[in-house]
């Protein structure tokens, strides 16, 4: 079982200026663990069930960015990108960017956005959620055309490219992989089937697991899709794994047993360097051995 950490809390007793030094001694002792992701939240408010909207939230990409110049081994995205943020084009051309700078360690997590305080907040639209998932379509295939050879136009009910030139090209090939966030079982899961490279869901027990796989499996039969050629991931539980690894350990098991090949874990303030290196020496080698 694979593992990857997720820096979603900003809330460090230093304030902003320790948010740089903090993000990378976290994602450099991620890498050191074996971590084969670090992600960041892409928000333009923190979170409200998790915190405040008057809590810090960085702008994901650049953050990406600055943590493309710290690391070496680690993949980095976004878990997960709305779809409503940036304009699809605009969207792959940053992916692209970050994959270059990177060196290739770059993925893009999707999904159809539902944050709406934070769009009203600063005034950008937030259609309906049937047209967020329309536009959320779309948007994956621009962004795949984009990252092919096809250069031509784009005619979308929502979006309309006169040309999809993207120079230079990605340099993870065919492109980097698209993971699509979320569990809806009608949409979210069909568009998983038919456009991403990996899912990554949200599940309360091993049981709900279980059964979005066995939907996202029939998705898979419809379209005439390779199941096993999808990565399944799924967000660690809430509890602390460190609190009692036996238990966490047993969880990721029952996991494996249903073809989960990554589980992706928070990296906690106040010190989340140190919460990430204490799983790198009482956590992963066990982890890594399940499968």
Known sequence: MRFGFHFLDFSLPEGPASY??????TAVAADATGASWFTVMDHYFQMEFFRTAHDPMLEAYTTLGFLAGVTERVKLGTVVTGVTYRHPGLLAKIGTTLDVLSGGRSFLGI??????????????????????????????????Q????????????????????????????????????????????????Q?????????????????????????CDDLGRDYDSIEKTVMGPQADPLADVDTFLQLAQSYADLGVEHIHLRA?????????TEFGERVAPRLLEIG
């Open 146 to 193: 984009m990252w092919s050879d096809d250069e031509g136009p784009f005619e979308g009910k929502h979006y309309q490219l006169a040309e999809t030139i993207n120079v230079p090209p990605t340099l993870t090939r065919p492109h980097p992989p698209i993971v699509i966030g979320g569990s809806g079982e009608k949409k979210t899961l069909r568009m998983v089937a």
């Open 20 to 25: 740089a030094p903090a993000l990378r001694s």
């Open 268 to 276: 906690m303030a106040p010190d989340p360097e140190a919460t990430v």
């Open 195 to 219: 456009y991403a490279d990996a899912t990554n869901l949200i599940v309360a027990d091993v049981d709900e697991l279980a059964h979005k796989l066995e939907v996202l499996r029939r998705h």
């Open 111 to 144: 999904g159809a956005a539902w944050y709406e305080r934070e769009h009203k907040a600063l005034g950008v639209p937030y259609p309906p959620v049937a047209e967020r998932f329309e536009r959320l379509e779309e948007t994956l295939q621009i962004i795949l």
